[in-house]
Each structure stands twice: as C-alpha cells, then as structure tokens.
C-alpha cells in the first residue's frame, strides 16, 4: 500500500517536469512561436545591449551573461548545495572504503558495503533527478534569449571579429555544426558560469553556517 502511494507521488511529482519539457521542445522547433518570443525579447534587450549594431561580441557576451545568471539564480533556488556536498563527502567516503575492503580482500566489508550501496545510490539518483526538473525551465530562458541574438546578427553588418589564431573570422559562419558566435558564447560562458556557480555555493553554504551557529 505505500508503495503503491509512493509510485502515485513520484508520478504526480515527474508531470510538471515532463510538461514544462513538452512546452520547452514545442517552442524550440516552433519557428513563429520562437521568433514571437525572440522579437519579445528584444524588445528589451535592444535598446540595452544591441549598441546600435557596432559591438557584436559585447552584445553577446552582455546577454549570454544575463542568462547565465538566470540560469545559475533558478538552479539555486531549485536545488539544495549544501546537501549535494554531503552527498558527495559520503559517496568519495565510500568508494575509497569499498576499493580498500576489496584490495585487503575484506569479504565481510566488501559485502557490508554491498547492501548500503543501493541506499547512496538512491539518494545520488535524487540528487541527479533534482538536476533534471529544472532543464526544462533553463532551455525556456535560453530559447528566446538566443533566437534573438541569431536574428541580432543576422541584422548585424560588420559580423567579423579577429581571434589569436585567425583573421576575419564571421560570427555568422559554421565551423562544424554550430555557427561561430555560438562557439564564442561558449568560450565566454565557460568561466563565467563557474564564478557564478562558486558565489551562489559560497551564499548557500553562509546560509547554512548562519543556520546552524547556534
């Protein structure tokens, strides 16, 4: 019976994930709904950050950071650092007490360890299932965001930026199979998103000293 109830909340608990997923792939492969969301954006982010069309990579980079930070605020508020970091200590705890049970071949130990397995993976696999929900409020941000940086630039007339190991490279052109400013968001939002995501641990983890001071 309760685990017939527990199957019941896990299901009721999994809908708004699958529904926000449906409605982030409907506006993905959506054009008209994609660049109704795109112009919306604009709106706003023109006027701020489209500098009249005269620094591409700074618009770019503005905006990029604008979502990232989104992003960072909505995993923050989503998910629980500090519980992640005990869930880590005790899974690294784990594995190295488990590889010295097996190298002493400690069966006794090996097997002990054996039965809490399936317990830290279980809560591991939670940890991984709280990641997952919130994918689909992420693609939401990012979908209009980067519509609108597309069309941005593709009413940009000087698109060409020089990097250290080429000349005139256009940030509309493909290398592989994304197209050039997407590639340079990349390498702009790499350490980017690491500060960010280092200052939000740091806040949740003051959070939690201030909590538990007394």
Known sequence: MAQGSSGGKSSSSSLPFFVLLMVAMFVMFDQNLRSSLGNAVGTVFGPLFGFGHAFPVLTIFMVGSIALFISAAVRHVSMDWVEMAKNQQVMSKFQKEYRQARLDNNTYKTKKLEKLQPKLMKKQGEVSSSQMKIMPVTLLIFIPIWTWLWEFLAGTTHYF???????????????????????????????LTQIIQHAFKLISWSEWRAKHAG
């Open 161 to 191: 930026i020089d990097v250290p190991w080429a000349m005139h490279v256009s940030l509309i052109d493909k290398t592989v199979i994304f197209p050039n400013w997407i590639l340079l968001y990349m390498l702009l939002s790499i350490p």
